[in-house]
């Protein structure tokens, strides 16, 4: 299928990071399986109503290896894919910033659901640097604030609750209805819009391949369902293109 596609498209989830130590969240292991409670750090209600969950939020990205972990085969197998022409676009739902580290080219990736390596207010315009309100957090703020405006502070990820970038949006339906292939990697396809980027790719007539070590909604639907460890398959697959 990749050798003879004309445009590949691929849609990453938590699984192809769990490989470089970053769990994912719903699987057997997962971050919320194994605490609920967890999830609400990630649902925007919870985050801006409620301070406790703040200061937890905080303290979970300290103690969370997102800076510290680094990309795994399965990540710098698409950057070889995209460097023989068989990767055209790719939407990762992941927000570590993996795909970027392992070289692969910036004007082909969008993150979805936004990223950890960056701080943005909830009501003023102003971003900056993760790291650096970090240490604001080490130095004792628990629950720092906006130093222009007073506002809530958030990693720059879309939580539950929170409209996606339209114009990502937009962007990764149109490059899944060219597709002809469409991989999805590591990903449940449970979470929405993203996960009715295949359905856009089937519509017009892509080939999909699912690559995911639990069942998802849409392997009835697939033309190939694969469970193979990631690190390992996705450089086989490049191997053969």
Not at 87 to 100: E, K, R
Not at 208 to 216: D, I, P, Q, R
Not at 228 to 235: D, F, K, R, S
């Amino acid at each position: 299928m990749l050798r003879n596609a004309k445009h590949v498209v691929v849609l990453t989830g938590a699984g192809i990071s769990t490989e470089s130590g970053i769990p994912d969240f719903r699987g057997p292991n997962g971050m919320w399986t194994k605490d609920p409670a967890a999830e609400k750090t990630a649902t925007l209600d919870y985050y801006m109503g409620d301070p406790a969950v703040r200061r937890r939020a905080w303290q979970n990205r300290l103690k969370g290896n997102y800076f510290s972990a680094r990309p795994n085969a399965a990540h710098r197998a698409l950057v070889d894919l995209e460097q023989k022409g068989a990767l055209q676009f790719l939407v990762t739902q992941n927000v570590d910033g993996l795909h970027h580290a392992a070289g692969q080219s910036p004007e082909i990736v969008v993150e979805i659901h936004g990223n950890v390596r960056e701080v943005k207010c909830m009501t003023c315009p102003w971003r900056g640097p993760m790291e650096e309100t970090l240490d604001r957090v080490r130095a004792g703020e628990a629950d720092p604030a906006c130093t222009e405006c007073g506002g809530i502070l958030k990693s720059a990820t879309i939580s539950f609750g929170e409209n996606l970038v339209a114009e990502d949006l937009e962007r990764s339906q149109r490059e899944a209805a060219q597709a002809d292939v469409f991989l999805a990697l590591g990903t449940s396809l449970v979470v929405y819009p993203a996960a009715a980027l295949p359905e856009v790719a089937l519509r017009t007539g892509a080939q999909l391949v699912v690559c995911n070590a639990e069942e998802t909604p849409f392997d009835p639907y697939a033309d190939a369902v694969l469970r193979e460890q990631l690190g390992e398959l996705v450089p086989a697959l490049a191997e053969l293109v």
